[in-house]
T-cell receptor, first 115, second 114 residues
Framework: AQSVTQLDSHVSVSEGTPVLLRCNYS??????LFWYVQHPNKGLQLLLK??????LVKGINGFEAEFKKSETSFHLTKPSAHMSDAAEYFC?????????????FGPGTRLSVLP | DAMVIQNPRYQVTQFGKPVTLSCSQT?????MYWYQQKSSQAPKLLFH???????NEADTPDNFQSRRPNTSFCFLDIRSPGLGDAAMYLC?????????????FGDGTRLSIL
């Protein structure tokens, strides 16, 4: 069975400093992994996805993530935080062979950005 | 351009009074999903359609039903809402082509129960 752990429920950074949101996964197969962002009272927006191509994945709004199979990690980073980055972030794993019904969410990390 | 549209954005209903939430998509995706999301939690899958094939999650209460009259529209019916059903309801779609497709979410409907 697949599972996702997001190691921090809340991360707080100052504007202009780097962001690191951690995600570890467990999967029996070669996983596909996603990061989504959710702003208050909005739906989830896809930031980036890993689907067994390049291990360093670039996404929207300056975010990127690196897939490390040996560490079963898919941490999300951004060099410089912006106030608009304050939101909830979800790491998601989907097992190979499914078309989406096996979308397993992590519990989420709330990112606060301080002025 | 809005691709997954949920109406209304906010819905208030009374305890026990049936309510219907709607979702439409312009992506022509095969798969449509309904999620329930409570405060500070991850979304929880209620059910999904692959075309007209309905798939219910084992722990989805019988109080929740869904209809998909065509590719573009999907409805969530809550027959007798209880206070515990107050939540954000998210609709999502995916192409269903291949095993690694992301889901595309609407902005949700926030349901309040009086």
């Amino acid at each position: 069975a697949q599972s996702v752990t997001q190691l921090d429920s809340h991360v707080s950074v100052s504007e202009g400093t780097p962001v690191l949101l951690r995600c570890n996964y467990s999967s029996s197969y070669s996983p596909s992994l996603f990061w989504y962002v959710q702003h208050p009272n909005k739906g989830l927006q896809l930031l980036l996805k890993y689907t067994s191509a390049a291990t360093l994945v670039k996404g929207i709004n300056g975010f990127e993530a690196e897939f490390k199979k040996s560490e079963t990690s898919f941490h999300l980073t951004k060099p410089s935080a912006h106030m608009s980055d304050a939101a909830e972030y979800f790491c998601v794993v989907i097992s190979a062979g499914g078309y989406g019904q096996n979308f397993v969410f992590g519990p989420g990390t709330r990112l606060s950005v301080l002025p | 351009d809005a691709m997954v549209i949920q109406n209304p954005r906010y819905q208030v209903t009374q305890f026990g009074k049936p309510v219907t939430l709607s979702c439409s998509q312009t992506l022509n995706h095969n798969v449509m999903y309904w999620y329930q999301q409570k405060s500070s939690q991850a979304p929880k899958l209620l059910f999904h359609y692959y075309d007209k094939d309905f798939n219910n999650e084992a722990d989805t209460p019988d109080n929740f039903q869904s209809r998909r009259p065509n590719t573009s529209f999907c409805f969530l019916d809550i027959r007798s809402p209880g206070l515990g059903d107050a939540a954000m309801y998210l609709c999502a779609t995916s192409s269903g082509q291949g095993s690694n497709q992301p889901q595309h979410f609407g902005d949700g409907t926030r349901l309040s129960i009086l």
